[in-house]
Every structure is written in C-alpha cells, then in structure tokens.
C-alpha cells in the first residue's frame, strides 16, 4: 500500500510542478506503461488507499519573532489508481485541520486536490492533470506543504519546491491545470508539446494576485538505450491585478527561451536530466519600470530510485512569478529528497529547499532579494499492521535585503517540531481488473 501511495504522490507532484518555471524545467516523465494499438473500453478497476492521522505540533520563533505557538491537527489521505495499463487515471487528496492551541494564533484548514490523466497508444502519449490547493501560508515540506503534519518522504521527480519566497500566514488557493502531447515520428525521435496554467490568489489582501500561462514544444531523439538529446521552445506571460508596488493596471511580462536538453539514465538507479538555455524576458510596462533582460535558465536534476532509498536533486535557474511576494523575480533554486527504509518498521526521510530570489520590477524603493531555506527530517515506526506513528523537525529561514520592498515577506528563523500516529489500512482493490 505504501509502495502505491508514494507513486501516485509522486506523479502529481510532477504534474504540479510547473506551477512557477517558465523554462529548463524538465519535461513531464510518465512513469512506464505498456502501450498498444487502441484505448480500447475502460477498466473500472482499481486500487484505492486512505489514511487518518493526528499529530500535534510546535512552532517555536513563529512569525519572525521569539513566540512559541502549538497546534493539535487532523490529517487525511486518500488516493484511487485506476488499473488500466493505456489509459490510468490518478486522483489524491490530502488535507487537515489545525486547531490552535495557542491565543490570537489562527486555526485553520489546509487542502490539496490532484487528478491526472493519462492516454496512450502506440504513436500518442497524452496527459492531462489538474491540481489544486488551499494552504494558510506557503508551501513547505511535504506533499500538503504543511510543516509537522507527517507526510515528509514524497519522492518527487522534481524536488524543486513551489514558491521561492516565503510569507507570513496568508490564505491562499493555488490551481494549475496542465497537459502534455507527445507524437512518436519514429522509434527514436518524437515530438512533444505541453502547457499549463496557472492561478494564485490571496484570501486576506496580503500578497499580490498572479497568474502564468506556458506552452513548450520541442524534439527529442534517443541516441540509445541510455541517452537522449532534445529541443525545445518556451513562452510563459505572467499577469498581475492591481498592487501598491506599480502604478500601471494590468501588469504582465513574457519570457521567451530555447533550451538544449540532455537526458542519461546513468545505471539502473540512476538518471539524470540537463538543460540551458537564453531566456529573454519584457513587460507591458512603459515607465521603465520592468525592463527587458536577457538571462540563462537552466535546470539540472538526477534521481536516485533503490530497493530500499529513494533520492532525488535538483537546481533551477530562471524567471518565476514572484511567489505572491515580488512582481516577478529570478531565482537560483536548489531541492533535495531522500527517503530509507532502515528496516521492516523504521523509516526516515529528509527534504530541503533553498533559494536565492531577485526581484525584476524597478522602482523608487531598492530592489530587494530574498535567501530562503526551509527542510525538515522525519523518522517513522510501524506500530502493528495498521498504524505507524511519526517524530519530524522542520527549519524555516528567510532574510530579505529590503523589507520596504516586499508585501508580507517572511522574516526571521521557525522551529517546527511535529509528533503524530496515522491509521493506514491495507490497499482497497475495487472493480474490475
């Protein structure tokens, strides 16, 4: 049952992935399935899994000061893989209630909704995917993005987090809906396009409204059984509303980027993916306000995939849409993800993200930049067939050159320190198969 959750976290990690990268982020890698001629009629079997949890945690130098807050949390999970080989469909759901403990410290709500799609035949390979989310601040570590609430340990194929510059509490609903085509010309060289868009807005008028849509196309050829060179063009225009950091309504800038990629599966449990290229950037702007850049982006990424430890790092380099905190801003960003099983009933798990952010808009104010890191440690025990129970710290750290600025960016170093027991039944085969 684990082995199936952690796939199916990690295939709608990836298909969220392009919620903030414009470019030289690598292509959507859909995990191997056996294609054939036709679709054929639809399998209604599948196999389903779900897990309830409790935990409480404390959060301690919270909000930039030296306050100690807690919280007693209700998690769930669930996800459903249909058993199609040609045509699987994927949904997850993880969400949870954070009842404070601590006065004039919110409670809360956190959910995250994912479905993917995937139809294949012998010349096509199509994806589509939708992920959605409510969180009360930005995303941190772990599937839901929620420090200390047990679900360090997703192993994804991208470990670059979402947002690059942290905020304080901020509700916030995320949405990116996503597609990919790819066309085999030959056995070795393909064609692929891709898009997705994507929307963040902020619930309490503390962070600035955005939105990104991008498309990719591109060549690939498989030199051989390990190597794969590529091509591609990408175009991504973020939109902005109305902020108090510029004066001109309806602000936007494009990019635009040809990368070269690389691909290499190095032995059979490792792989990697490279890519770079010019990434020119402008804006609707006629103050001089975002003036037109010419940058590299460029992003690299190997994983790691044994019997008993997963792995995965990575770096990017290139424009994003700022985080909520910034009108637009360029980011060198480098993840990592590892999980171990030690033995039949211990596993840890460790994830870490940092960031150094520049701001693009130029105005009076400086120009502010941002280092941030946040990466947490998670150690879990088997308690029977069922139930497990969990201990995880997670670090959050930010400085920022100008907090004139910035509008509610995160300042200072949090503590989060998380203890939980999860109830996860065995897998639920259901339907046909």
Known sequence: MKKTLLTTLSLLTVFAGPRI?????????????????????????GTLNYSLGASETVLVGSNGNNGTTSSTNIIGTASLITASETHPTSLLYSGGYLFSNTSGQPSG????????????????????????????????TGFSGVAGVGDI????????????????????????VSGSAEYKLTGSTSIEASGFYTIQRFLSNVGIDNSQASATVGLQHRIDARDSVGVNYVFSRFNYGTSPLFTQPNLYFNSHGVNATFERALSKRFSMNLSAGPQWTNSSSSDGSFPSRLNVSIGAFVNYRGERTQASLGYYRGANA??????????????VAV??????????????????????????????????????????????RNFSTYLSYTALTQSISSVAGTLNAYNGVTHVIGIGITFAPSSIHIGRH
């Open 21 to 45: 990268y414009s470019q030289a982020a690598p292509s959507v890698v859909v995990p191997p399935i056996q294609t054939g001629p036709s679709l054929g009629a639809p399998q209604l079997g």
């Open 339 to 384: 999980q171990r099983q030690l033995d039949r009933n211990w596993s840890g798990s460790i994830s870490g993200n940092y960031a150094h952010t520049s701001g693009l808009l130029v105005s009076s104010l400086p120009q502010p930049s941002t280092d941030s890191f946040y990466g947490g440690l998670q150690l879990s025990r088997r308690l029977g």
């Open 109 to 140: 709500t956190f959910q995250n909704l994912g479905v993917s799609q995937v139809l294949s035949t012998r010349k096509w390979t199509l994806v589509a995917s939708d992920f959605v989310s409510y969180l009360p601040s930005s995303p941190t």
């Open 153 to 176: 340990g997703t192993i994804p194929v991208n470990p670059i987090g979402s947002q690059s510059v942290l905020s304080y509490y901020s509700r916030r609903v995320m949405n990116t």
């Open 322 to 335: 700022g985080s909520g905190v910034l009108v637009g801003a360029s980011t060198d960003n480098v993840g």
